[in-house]
């Protein structure tokens, strides 16, 4: 038997609708399989704005960093889009990151057979798509000092720091190499070498770790001409491995590829110690509190949770099986239908994941 | 009449061979429109370095700076990449960019109907694609100070900066709403508002420039969002405009959807002066000097350059036809077509233009 305790930060938009549905299928796990998960709530993004008056409160930072795993809704919304950078949701998101030191961010993309004919690609061209985005997530752009609005010479300008540190680099490129060793065995890593600094000595420190992976394939990528391969050669790809902000856009252009975003799952972690679950998807704020949202990215980010998180390869591989089985027959949230005939409500897809596992 | 002195600048891998076949064109538009084009050869890139030891001779600059417009062909090749930052063909590129101010980087993405069998998207979703990406080419994390190698506490780091001053996004967002007010009238600007402090001033600056335009429709986009809506619904963009690096992922990105890589052309302008005028294909160097290159993307820059450098709009027509009519009727080289049956080499198929024009 596993004890586990697991933070849950339902946030903005669809959030609580989805983490809702997360929870009930992480608790039917744990009764089938005699394991003891206990769930405690937590404020984070617009609604910890509304509630405590900041993205991410102090209490919210602890029951995190204290709980065995933490699955996240979304963040943001029209609300708050007014406010400034500081104190927006989205700062909640990236603090949480920084402060648990969440750096491995992971992104399967996969394609479901019963939905690649939603994908605004030709079938042939992602049926077999089947990669995983190792994305940089507290270093970077993101982070940089200085970042700062100055006036110079009379005139307004603003600035942002692009900054990596060797370890920094070496720690997610590691991640890689292992994440490739369990898969297809080849990792792209992705960086614009022939303009920054940084990406030169990503490339380098790259090649370095390169060295004690010999059964692994390494090519290196420009962002510009990846960012062509996702789409002209999406089935090519195995890991692919990159910086913060180069993460950010590349994933969010894979998650278009295969028709099925509102099924990606994600894992943020760290060295050791609590993970982030959450679904790559946003807060959707125009179909909150509808019973329309599509409850399977965040379904399958506890998966990612039982997996990378606890180590319950068994029970994350039968919730996978679980939406694999309701996909199969037909069962369809708005976002993946294709017509408009039998689309399922949130619970009612939650129900049948439940009663699949 | 009019008299222009038009500045070549071939570069590597197949750039000879598709500048020719611009030249050929234009020199044939001359004949025909009673104009007068003369041209004059200069180094760029890897073919400088090996000639003169460096990717942006003095001699390349002055001439192209005197010039009426630059017609390049394309720049890098493995036979370079071992050179630092510094040394390497793209320098060449990143410095002509810079020292001629060539701030606006004009991208037109459309679909050509006898080619939309080739894209990897489902017909539907780009038969009608038809817009321009406007990149400012001048600043940002390409140019920024400090960019460096370091040592910080005994550990290696690198730094890029991204900066931003008022005045240069304002030029910048100017020509897109220029451009927009031609076209459908509806700009979408691409930031990263919710992290990056340089896309806050950059949104506020766009706000701005907006009470200028009123009949432009003006959305935000963030460019993960972007990534994923130029996937998603490419026919739904008239012109996008964004900063240097989400520029160069962005376009590259679009250039995949139509199926057409090998057809797009680009103009980078300045304020005033000339213009330079290139494909968006890089230098192929496994096919350079085989005469199967195709020349289509090169000569539709030509025609960018006579109606953008030289307000020659009939004549620029004239070419744009002559390249439809060309594909109408068949003419495809290896890149475009869809089996290997008739086949054209790049000489044949510049021929073909040059009949149809
Ligand atoms: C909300 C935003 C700050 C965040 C990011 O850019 O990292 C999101 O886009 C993501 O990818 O998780
Ligand atoms: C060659 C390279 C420096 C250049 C860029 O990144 O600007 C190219 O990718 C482009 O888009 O023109």
Redesign the interface.
Known sequence: MTQKTITVLPGDGIGPEVTTAAIEVLERIAQKFHHKFSFQEGYIGGSAIDAKGEPLPEETKEMSAKSDGILLGAV?GPDWDHLP?AK?P?KGL?EIRKSLDLYANLRPVKAYSSLVGAS???RE?VEEVDFLIVRELTGG??F?EP???EE?NG?????????????EIRRIVKRAFEAAQLRKGKVVSVD?A?????S???RETVDECKTDYSNVELDHML???A??Q???QPDAFDVIVTEN??G??????A???TGS?GLLPSASLGATGVGLYEPVHGSAPDIAGKNLANPLAAIASSAMMLKYGFQLEKEAARVEEAIEKVLGDGYRTADIAQDSTGVVTTTEMTEAVIKAL
Do not use: C, H
């Open positions: 943001g950078g927006r989205e990236l605004p690609l030709k061209k752009l993101y940089g970042r700062k609005r110079v005139e307004e300008q603003a600035v942002d720091t692009l900054v990596y540190k060797k370890s614009k022939n303009v920054l600094e940084s030169r000595l990503w962002v510009d001409n960012a062509m996702l789409i002209s902000m180069f950010d856009i590349l994933s969010d252009e998650s278009m590829l975003l």
